[in-house]
């Protein structure tokens, strides 16, 4: 196919993915995936939704200015983009958030279904229009060049109607049209017609991007989404890993690899550099804490594994009998090639430059000559334990675990551990961590002062968190808890994964973290992930709570202040 069209790959992991339940980032972990998004070749970059706090201000702006200059791996910066509603205090906040970008985006909207205008905003249809235009000529009046005008529940409003509205804000200056399925409610044959007939019936003197943004409720997101492409869409809003409220959003890498697969099927092209699929799935999955299901396409543990006799067969005859993507070109790790207990310093270092070469750990790991030292302790830990050797993905996790702790403020540092369980006994765990905000009164490498504790707990790992909260002082909701192994074999690396929040029950000052209650959910939105890896996973688990507890502080002492809104999630 030739004469293909540009597709923009417009990302929204940092704004609508946030969205998820249980999903918190801070500001530096925002931060970290922008930058990922910018080496993935993302377009642009929805960084976030500036009037709803002082700390989504903060992480827009500094996004903004810290990542929207970046061209490493791209041809032009990325464009950031912030959200607002029809509003224009949310307008200019916008405005004052993205202004350090050189390319930069106001992303703002407004409800166009009946059943949004009659029950929520209770407004006529002409008066959703005029909100709408004015919404948009403000954004102009601003100086922005670049607006992009929603119609949130799109795929629910009268069409005839959404041309109406969608006419008037182009000419008020909007140069992308946004047309949301907000509910997932649209088959893909019906979406695409949508998306057709807006291409045909909205009159413009200039050109405009039509473009799609699905949700998943219906498991059609994906669908939906390509349906918009066949039918004139340029445009279309992901995310990594596909996280979003409810059931998420359209999977980036989804709609990536359909286009990659199948170049003759779509009449466009993107500029994603697909060898950082990987590496950008693997970020999101572990600063949000939200495991990627094993049978998820393209991403998932199980996208390339096959246990069928007559599949391994064939794959081992020929890879591409049962596999129709090289799972190479998704950046995934090289299996074969390990490290043992007798390789030294020198191979350590260049394997670890090979791995993190054009990646965002390159920067971070480069300026920081003793994260090699500390990778290498770890490495030669492990390595002694391990028989099979040292895989990339070992070695993937160990740089994990070292950036998370140079990129995080770290008010208390695990020191030490022990514990003793058995059945029929409760668990009774020892714990020692250092506080960083103390002096040292005992010997520390860092200099901080060492605190130890012991609590009993109805298992080794509840022992664990209770020792943790007396010396920390805080009582807690574990609101979930999971391990995962690196790699295949008993002697994996174990990576532990643990959302925890403050207890606000009324009278609850026990300092044990309290389980989270099915009543509870609603507040689950305020939990602070954390994560842990090492060799044992009890030490895992104590280093993925502190984790928690550090951003947790973190967040505290930063004191957020709302900016008169109910909730900083919206629906688009």
């Known amino acids: 196919m030739t004469n293909k069209d540009k597709l923009v790959i417009f990302d929204t992991t940092l704004r609508d993915g946030e969205q998820s339940p249980g999903v918190t980032l801070t500001v530096n972990e925002k931060i970290e995936i922008a930058k990922q998004l910018s080496r993935l070749g993302v377009d642009v970059c929805e960084a976030g939704f500036p009037i709803a706090s002082q700390g989504d201000f903060e992480a827009v702006h500094r996004i903004a200015k810290e990542v929207g200059p970046l061209v490493q791996g791209r041809q032009s910066p990325m464009t950031i983009c912030a959200l607002a509603r029809a509003v224009p205090g949310d307008i200019k906040r916008a405005w004052e958030a993205i202004s350090p970008a050189p390319k930069r985006r106001i992303h703002t909207f407004l409800a166009t279904s009946d059943i949004h205008l009659k029950y929520k905003l209770k407004l006529t249809r002409q008066e959703c229009i005029k909100k709408a235009t004015d919404a948009v000529a403000y954004c102009k009046s601003l100086g922005c060049e670049d607006i992009e005008f929603s119609p949130e529940d799109a795929g629910r409003s009268d069409k005839e ?9 182009v000419k008020a200056g909007a140069t992308t049209l946004n047309i949301p399925d ?3 409610y649209n088959m893909p044959e019906e979406y695409g017609a949508l998306i057709k007939y807006l291409v045909e019936h909205v009159k413009s003197d200039r050109p405009i991007v039509f473009s799609t943004h699905c949700h998943n409720d219906l498991g ?3 669908a939906n989404t390509l349906a918009g492409i066949h039918n004139g869409a340029r445009q279309v809003e992901v995310t990594v890993n596909g996280i979003g409220e409810r059931a998420g959003n359209t999977s980036m890498e989804e709609i990536v690899m359909s286009i990659h697969t199948h170049p003759n099927t779509f009449p466009v092209y993107h500029s994603i550099d697909t060898y950082q699929i990987y590496n950008a799935s693997q970020l999101v999955t572990k600063k949000t804490g939200m495991p990627i299901q094993p049978n998820k396409a393209i991403v998932g543990a199980n996208a390339f594994a096959h246990e069928s006799g007559i599949h391994q067969d064939g794959v081992l005859k020929n890879k591409t009998t049962y596999e129709i993507i090289n799972p190479e070109i998704l950046g995934l790790p090289n299996k074969a090639l390990v490290l043992g207990k007798h390789s030294g310093r020198n191979a350590f270092k260049t394997r670890i430059d090979e791995l993190v070469k054009d990646t965002i750990y390159q920067e971070p790991l480069h300026k920081n000559p003793k994260a090699y030292e500390n990778l290498f302790v770890s490495f030669k830990r492990l390595a002694d334990m391990r028989k099979s050797g040292v895989h990339d993905q070992d070695l993937f996790a160990l740089l994990d675990e070292e950036l998370n702790l140079l990129n995080s403020f770290q008010t208390f540092k695990f020191h030490a551990l022990h514990v003793m369980a058995g059945s029929g006994i409760s668990a009774t765990a020892t714990v020692s961590i250092e506080d960083t905000t103390k002096d040292p009164e005992e010997s520390s490498q860092d200099g901080g002062k060492i605190i130890t504790d012991a609590a009993v707990g109805h298992g080794p790992v509840h022992a664990i968190f209770n020792a943790i909260n007396r010396i920390v002082g805080f009582s807690n909701v574990l609101a ?9 074999g008993s002697d994996s690396l174990g990576s532990v994964h643990v959302k925890i929040r403050r207890d606000k029950i009324s009278g609850h000052v026990d300092k044990k973290p309290r389980l989270l209650d099915q009543d509870d959910t609603q507040d689950f939105k305020n939990a602070f992930a954390g994560q842990g890896t090492d060799e044992d996973i009890l030490v895992a688990s104590a280093k993925a709570y502190l984790n928690a507890v550090n951003k947790m502080l973190t ?5 957020v202040k709302t900016l008169g809104l109910e909730s900083r999630n919206v629906a688009v």
Not at 161 to 169: A, D, K, N, T
Not at 480 to 488: F, I, M, P
């Open 182 to 184: 907000t509910v997932g």
């Open 220 to 222: 059609l997101a994906t």
């Open 161 to 169: 109607f959404l041309v109406q509205v969608l006419e008037s804000v």
């Open 555 to 559: 967040a505290e002492q930063r004191s």
């Open 480 to 488: 979930s808890y999971e391990v995962r192994a690196v790699t295949g």
